[in-house]
């Protein structure tokens, strides 16, 4: 059984911030270890030769900048630092990783147990590697104070001070089990059928593959170039490069192309994840496609599928039903747009055609889709609209107001004609009185039809008619007035 790890309590209040606020400031200067006194023996270089602690990056190089980390920490503990994946480390491993706007570090000890702390995600590059180095040296020192005591000490107050402070929140301690065995090695090239027949499993379990084929299945620590597998291609730590499978690719960690058959999943994807069926994704910085669904945490690009699903969208989602947070910098395209903090308005007008109508409005803060049904006397159905539209609300102007410009669809309710359009584009000004809104405007129409469609219901001013074959097209403007309801 695994125990929970605690930070010491040897340390003092005083010492951990006098720590912090050194730390966050620091130059990150290597201080050169105390001289000799003279007569003492060398010390031998040895220990240090031995004493390697790994060092996993888990973010891109615009988040993160992995070689400034590395050679800080190194600075710090005056140890040399590598690769998380060349080799087992005796000090183990300290993993790194952005989630969202926090940063996660978490300390993987040799013996199979881990701790770790989550702080908030500083703006400035520097002020993260400056934190990242503090929270890293003090884990690595506290947890592994028996081997680093082979080590000579470094002398106190290595750290100066100079920088802007750094607000950390309360850390967040978990006991986290590892995977046992060995960190993954590198290897060329691998081909085979299923985990056990491939070339890779005869060096060892862990291995990254820099190419590799397998009929059914793939199953590996990562890939650097690309993964091919018949059925499903699992990558535990990352894909980099091209990952495909005939039904499912999985990984952690996808830089560059992910695609599946059926479903594609990826902790963090920096690219393009394409699915049949279904991609979810942790985060999403680039284009999230599939055949049904596409689901992700944070995307900061695009979603493109018949359903979109983003917890925190800031980019566009193209899709027939897109679900979202309802950002400023969202931006849903589609049938049916639900934003969790976004706007839902109902508004019914009037026009000078004596065109009634009763729409919906919906979507984010920016933008909206419009829903309605529309019907004048001599109608025998009526029409139905859908449009899509942009918003904008001025509530410190001296006399508030908003302002939409919205282009909607309008046709009939099982139209058995050949051809009976009418899209309009309207711009409607809304002069807030209590809950509602009282609203009016202008309206751009182009009615496109054979025979007489249903201009002859409508009563059109100013109207103009353009004659092509068989097609007729005609154009007028009209005015309009009414309420809207905000929810």
């Not at 060349?86 to 993993?95: K, R, T």
């Not at 049916?336 to 919906?360: P, Q």
């Amino acid at each position: 059984m695994k125990r929970r790890e605690r930070v010491p309590s040897r340390m003092s209040r005083s010492m951990l911030c006098r720590g912090l606020l050194a730390a966050v400031s620091c130059s990150l200067a290597r201080v050169a270890p105390a001289a000799a006194q003279p007569g003492a023996p060398a010390a031998a270089p040895a220990a240090t030769d031995r004493i390697v602690l790994g060092i996993e990056i888990n973010a891109t190089a615009a988040e993160l900048d992995a070689r400034a980390i590395r050679d800080a920490i190194t600075a710090e503990l005056d140890v040399p630092v590598t690769e998380a994946t060349a080799q087992g480390p005796a000090l183990g491993v300290v993993a790194v990783t952005i989630d969202r706007h926090a940063l996660r570090i978490i300390y993987r000890r040799t013996n199979g147990t881990s701790i770790e702390r989550t702080v908030t995600l500083p703006d400035a590059p520097a002020e993260r590697v400056q934190l990242i180095t503090f929270i890293a040296t003090n884990l690595v020192r506290d947890q592994a104070s028996e081997i680093l005591a082979q080590l000579a000490r470094r002398p106190a107050g290595s750290v100066a001070a100079g920088a802007s402070a750094v607000q950390p929140v309360q850390p967040v301690q978990i006991e986290q089990p590892v995977p046992a065995g060995p960190p993954p090695h590198e290897l060329i090239a691998s081909i085979g059928l299923v985990p056990p027949l491939s070339i890779d499993r005869l060096f060892g379990d862990h291995y990254v593959v820099g190419a590799g084929l397998y009929g059914v299945m793939g199953m590996q620590d990562g890939s650097t170039y690309v993964s091919i597998s018949g059925a499903v291609d699992y990558q535990r730590r990352f894909a980099s490069g091209v990952q495909l499978a005939g039904a499912a690719a999985i990984t952690r960690r996808v830089d560059g192309v992910q695609i599946a058959g059926a479903v594609s999943v990826g902790g963090q994807v920096h690219g393009v994840q394409i699915a049949g069926a279904t991609s979810v994704a942790g985060r999403v910085d680039g284009v999230q496609l599939s055949g049904a669904a596409s689901i992700a945490d944070e995307v900061h690009g695009m979603q493109i599928a018949p359903v979109n699903i983003a917890s925190n969208l800031h980019g566009v989602q193209l899709g027939v039903v897109n679900i979202s947070d309802g950002n400023d910098d969202a931006v849903p395209i589609g049938l049916i747009n639900i934003a969790r903090h976004g706007r839902t308005e109902f508004e019914s007008t009037l026009d000078s055609s004596e065109m009634a109508t009763l729409t919906l409005r919906h979507g984010p803060k920016y933008v909206q889709n419009v829903l309605g049904i529309g019907w004048s006397e001599g109608l025998d159905r009526p029409l139905l609209g859908v449009g899509l539209g942009t918003h904008q609300a001025f509530p410190t102007s001296p006399i508030p107001f908003s302002l939409d410009q919205d282009a909607v669809l309008w046709t009939k309710v099982w139209n058995n004609q050949d051809l009976a359009l009418l899209p309009q584009l309207r711009i409607t000004i809304g002069v807030p009185v209590g809950p509602i809104d009282i609203v009016g405007g202008v309206l751009g129409n182009v009615h496109v039809y054979r025979g007489t469609g249903f201009l002859e219901d409508l009563h059109p001013h100013l109207d103009h008619t353009y004659t092509s074959g068989s097609t007729k097209v005609t154009l007028w403007p009209a005015g309009f007035i009414g309420v809207r309801l905000r929810t």
